[in-house]
């Protein structure tokens, strides 16, 4: 639960130094199980953090090939990846090869639906997570909550400390705690625009990591009227604040991209998956970011998604979200109740492999085919 390591600290300097010693004897011990045994592929959990991400780098050092993966909320899916980190979401092959193929009604209808779930903080699917955890209000009851006027409303959403959706995909930030830090004391002098930092509701999952609105209040102590900070815990639906937001402000959260759906700007500040697809402002240096931002704020009218992007936003969130998970029958969590459900000898039937055998083969590294 940690982005940031201050080298003078002694608690921080005895973690960095722990994490680096188990790091390495975790390198060593796999570049020699590797080299004498010359797998073919390697196949690792997130591929990115602790000793997880370490196997994953000697894979590729050596040249083997490198499967990884991760579990979504969702029931019978996985996330996959051949040759990168799961965590960071590559979706070019399904950019690729799906994107440009039309949307049906209904395909538009199932994202609706998805969304609509998560508007009224309600499961979804196969599903036990909340994403929110108080239904819509709807935009005027949330304006009148937040005491908001007739100024633009920017929304910033920030994701989870330490989450590895979000480590290492800085890019002109060293970090997103820099970014939010330098971000909220730009907005307190710009007192003709209102801002609404959305502290992400997964927050309340992880209460030993540090919140982001700690961090907002160390970079203003004096909060100005003008800035909200909406905690994880507080009474309001991120999806109310999407609909009244004119700006979108996101580093990696998917939250961005269901903006950029309702049509609204987004500057898009981490290396995120759906960053670089025609529907965000990319900005690659703090001197662009600011400069976008005196852009997009001086004629926000002028910036708002044309039919065709806010189009291919959608299109590319029910690959994202339907096409990007495949088919898997176990998960590492209630593992036993999902066995109950698919033992072995169903999974390797020809019921099982009709569903499966295509992720089993991605598994291996076998190249994907779309059915």
């Known amino acids: 639960m940690r982005e940031e390591v201050d080298m003078n600290d002694a608690g921080d300097r005895a973690l960095y130094d722990l994490r680096i010693e188990r790091n390495t004897f975790a390198a060593k011990a796999a570049i020699k199980w590797m080299q004498i045994n010359k797998p073919d592929v390697v196949l690792i959990p997130n591929g990115l953090i602790l000793e997880m991400g370490i196997v994953f780098r000697v894979a590729r050092y050596l040249g083997i090939d490198a499967?990884?993966?991760?579990?979504?909320?969702?029931?019978?899916?996985?996330?996959?990846?051949?040759?990168?980190?799961?965590?960071?979401?590559?979706?070019?092959?399904?950019?690729?090869?799906?994107?440009?193929?039309?949307?049906?009604?209904?395909?538009?209808?199932r994202v609706a639906d998805l969304e609509n779930a998560r508007r009224g903080a309600r499961v979804w699917g196969?599903?036990?997570?909340?994403?929110?955890?108080?239904?819509s209000q709807g935009a005027q009851?949330?304006?009148?909550?937040?005491?908001?006027?007739?100024?633009?409303?920017?929304?910033?959403a920030a994701n989870v400390l330490g989450d590895s959706l979000t480590l290492g995909r800085d890019i002109f930030a060293a970090s997103m705690t820099e970014w939010i830090t330098k971000t909220v004391q730009y907005f307190a002098k710009r007192t003709d625009v209102q801002m609404v930092i959305r502290v992400h509701p997964g927050e309340k999952l992880v209460p030993q990591a540090k919140s982001m609105g700690t961090v907002v209040r160390e970079a203003l102590p004096e909060l100005p009227d003008h800035i909200h900070v909406i905690g994880a815990l507080d009474k309001i639906n991120t999806y109310d604040l999407i609909e009244i937001a004119d700006v979108g402000l996101a580093y990696t959260t998917t939250v961005g991209l269901e903006t950029a759906m309702n049509g609204r700007p987004v500057i898009s500040c981490g290396q995120t998956h759906y960053r670089g697809r025609g529907i965000t402002l990319d900005p690659n240096t703090w001197e662009e970011y600011y400069a976008t931002l005196e852009k997009v704020l001086a004629d926000i009218p002028a910036h708002q998604l044309n039919?065709?992007?806010?189009?291919?936003a959608w299109n590319y969130a029910y690959r994202f979200f339907f096409e990007y998970p495949r088919p898997f029958p176990w998960r590492l969590m209630n593992f036993w109740d999902d066995l109950e459900v698919w033992p072995l000898e169903k999974v390797l039937s020809e019921e099982g492999l009709a569903q499966f055998k295509d992720t089993f083969d991605f598994l291996v590294n076998e190249p994907f085919t779309w059915k």
């Open 307 to 312: 039919e065709k992007q806010t189009e291919f």
């Open 67 to 109: 499967v990884t993966y991760e579990f979504n909320d969702q029931r019978e899916q996985i996330w996959l990846a051949q040759n990168s980190s799961i965590m960071k979401q590559d979706t070019d092959y399904i950019v690729d090869a799906r994107c440009h193929l039309p949307m049906t009604d209904e395909m538009f209808e």
């Open 126 to 135: 196969k599903s036990k997570r909340l994403w929110q955890y108080v239904s």
């Open 141 to 156: 009851e949330t304006r009148k909550l937040l005491n908001l006027d007739d100024r633009p409303v920017v929304m910033l």
